[in-house]
């Protein structure tokens, strides 16, 4: 865990932001999750005094950059209830959502969002860490660098000197963590007409792209004609794979079930993933700035284009995950295009971590199951009982090995 002062770094973006800056800023990024992902906010868990002093700073950078409060009559708040606990079995809190509108007198806008929230002490069943209990998770990569996105970009559009044809609503949300309960809350009880909405981008865990790959995941390209097409004629430096899905584990799926074009951006998952280990320090600052960079991509193409048509999308990812029966305890890859499973981070107790399975394994076969990709992968585990052992074949360093696996 890292901290530091935080009135130093308050001080420092006050300075930073003083000037009008037409691009993506690495130094404001990194304040941002600095702050963000500091000790003192106690890993920012839903309704907690931690989560309090981030959404005090995100309402701050609002005020700064003069966007006007979309939350709760004159506010930027958007206050819901929840309940906590694991699996929602704790007391109902009260929550908030963060929202800011920069009206650019368009007929038409652009929501970008992020959820703030994390997992505090460990005390709500989500970590994956083998003894959470009391530690900070400080959630750098979840969620600290798309809040950060959300902020940056904001002052990008907002200083822009050429204004766009589309207004834009910059939420940050709460209750992510605990079941999309902020983003749900918002499209029940919108402070915008939603079919003034054109599109939403939603930004979860973009700060760990991974500088030799460059692999970035973008869901949701199935949601509107017009996605895929986009990306393929979008310069960049970046490896994009996407996915068609509009349903997915962020809050970009409230947006899709009201039938809204999405996009979800992810640099990819990691061993530190829901770990107290996840700090601002392991956080690839330019990587970030380059998917914000085609973020902006994205909304120029999109510039002098009529409004996005809708297209409901098929989910099975989502269907296949009701079927499973067991569990290997590894965190795979998103980005991967490799021919079978790439293991992004393994769970300390849980079967593969005990079979001896290690992160940049590729699991290709599983009993008499080929695994070909995540798909393939889920299909697998939905045909297996706790207790069975299952041999279980692994490409590492270009060796393959069997391991034998016990659920």
């Known amino acids: 865990m ?9 001080c420092a973006l006050i300075a930073c932001n003083a000037g009008v800056a037409q691009n993506i800023e ?18 920012r868990q839903t309704g907690s005094e931690g989560e309090r002093l981030a959404m005090d700073y995100i309402q701050k950078e609002f005020k700064k950059l ?23 079995t704790g007391a109902e809190g009260t929550a908030h959502n963060v929202v800011a509108y920069l009206d650019n007198k368009a007929d038409k806008t652009i929501i970008i969002g ?55 609503l910059f939420i940050c949300f709460s209750g992510e963590e605990l079941g999309l309960f902020g983003s749900k809350y918002f499209t029940e009880k919108p402070t915008l007409e939603l079919n003034k909405v054109n599109y939403m981008i939603n930004m979860d865990m973009i700060g760990r792209l991974n500088p030799t790959t460059k692999s970035l995941s973008v869901s949701g390209s199935g949601t509107s004609p017009v996605w895929e097409t986009l990306f393929k004629n979008t ?38 993933y829901h770990k107290p280990s996840d700090d601002w320090d392991k956080i690839n600052y330019a990587g970030e700035k380059k998917v914000l960079d085609l973020v902006i991509a994205v909304v120029n193409k999109l510039d002098d284009q009529p409004k996005l048509a809708f297209l409901t ?29 790439l293991v992004d981070g393994v769970t300390e107790g849980r079967p593969a ?16 199951h080929t695994i070909k990709d995540m798909q393939s992968y889920m299909d697998a585990l939905g045909k297996f009982e706790k207790g069975q052992q299952v041999p279980v074949k692994i490409i590492r360093n270009k060796e393959e090995k069997t391991l034998q696996v016990t659920f």
């Open 66 to 88: 003069k966007l006007s409060p979309k939350g709760d009559g004159s506010s930027f708040e958007q206050a819901f209830t929840f309940k906590g606990g694991t699996h929602g």
């Open 26 to 43: 690495e130094k404001n990024i990194q304040k941002h999750i600095q702050f963000l992902a500091n000790d003192a906010l106690k890993g």
């Open 313 to 341: 999308t098929k989910n099975k990812s989502m269907s296949s995950a009701r079927s499973f029966k067991v569990t290997m305890g590894v965190m795979p890859s998103y980005t991967s295009d490799a021919a079978g499973l």
């Open 235 to 272: 310069t960049t430096s970046l490896n994009i794979k996407t996915d068609s899905a509009g349903i997915g584990p962020s809050d970009h799926t409230s947006f899709y079930l009201k039938n809204i074009p999405v996009l979800h951006f992810f640099t990819g998952s990691h061993s530190d």
């Open 2 to 10: 890292k901290s530091f002062s935080i009135g130093l770094i308050a």
């Open 114 to 168: 992020a959820h703030f929230d994390h997992l505090g002490l460990g005390e709500n069943g989500s970590s994956l860490d083998a003894n959470p209990q009391g530690k900070i998770h400080n959630g750098a990569d979840d969620n600290a660098s798309g809040i950060a996105g959300v902020l940056e970009l904001a002052r990008y559009f907002k200083n822009n000197k050429v204004k766009e044809n589309s207004n834009f």
């Open 353 to 368: 971590q005990k079979a001896g399975i290690l992160t940049g394994d590729i699991i290709t076969q599983i009993g008499d």
